[in-house]
């Protein structure tokens, strides 16, 4: 089977696991996680996209430690978590369906083959199999959090490669905002006052248009919202994973009852 013939097959087989990972909270917490690119995992139908397992390992396909820091941040505030479980290259559940960076040809530099010259019907089959069902579960997730009287701060959790087109990048953490600064604001005065090197809206930015997720579950909804991005290298291991998760937890539990965080945005 080429790598045609495959993308136009059942995508994820019954033994494979579902497109999201689920966290149940243990509390009410007023957080809700969400791990956009938690995974590398690609289904066997794609055949790897055709690119080497050490390629598969890369930032190229996830982001690296995200999902230990999420999954410790969540342990430590009793708070419920979404996080993808299928790799950015199959289809980026953080940009929209369609985008030209949705399911990329090329990523940072490496070819992609198995996303070259796709047909619609192709990449319908990947936003139907992962896309969707990842947004149904955040979307599910905050409607359960509203069902109980609350509006659920949103924290999305991602990392960054240490160097990006040569670039030796000096940020531990960043911290990304659009309009809402509620959050953002304090955690960034927090995170320096414990001597972090940390990064206003880098080294990405979080303003319009830049992703999807968050725009479209939270500044939608004018939910309060932050979305945190630790670089790769100090999460790389289970103990740096921990530590900064523990970390992260410690920061957002200040926040946790401040009444600016109880209402909606409304910009």
Request: include cysteine.
């Amino acid at each position: 089977m080429n790598l045609a013939t495959a993308a136009l097959a059942p995508l994820l087989a019954e033994d494979e696991p579902p497109a999201f990972e689920q966290i149940a909270a243990s509390t009410a917490s007023p957080f809700l996680l969400i791990c956009d690119h938690a995974s590398n995992f690609v289904p066997r139908s794609l055949q790897g996209l055709g690119l080497e397992p050490a390629q598969l390992a890369q930032h190229i396909a996830y982001d690296i430690g995200a999902a230990a820091m999420t999954r410790r941040v969540a342990e430590q505030l009793s708070a419920p978590a979404v996080l993808s479980h299928f790799s950015r290259l199959v289809i980026d559940p953080n940009r929209p369906v369609g985008a030209p960076t949705s399911i990329p040809e090329v990523s940072d530099r490496v070819s992609v083959p198995g996303n070259q010259g796709l047909t619609e019907a192709e990449k319908e089959v990947r936003a139907a199999a992962c896309f969707r069902p990842y947004h149904q579960a955040v979307a599910a997730a905050i409607q359960q959090a509203l069902g109980r009287g609350r509006l659920p701060i949103v924290v999305s959790l991602h990392s960054f490669t240490p160097v990006m087109e040569g670039y030796q990048r000096p940020w531990e953490i960043g911290v990304l905002w659009d309009q809402d600064d509620r959050l953002a604001k304090p955690m960034l005065a927090d995170l320096a006052a414990r001597g972090m090197a940390v990064g206003d809206n880098l080294p990405y930015s979080g303003r319009s248009p830049y992703g999807f997720t968050m725009g479209h579950h939270a500044s939608s909804l004018g939910l309060p919202q932050v979305l945190l991005e630790v670089r790769q290298d100090l999460i790389d291991t289970a103990a740096g994973a921990a530590r900064w998760g523990d970390l992260i937890a410690e920061v957002l539990l200040k926040r946790a009852h401040d009444p600016a965080l109880t209402t909606a945005f409304e910009g």
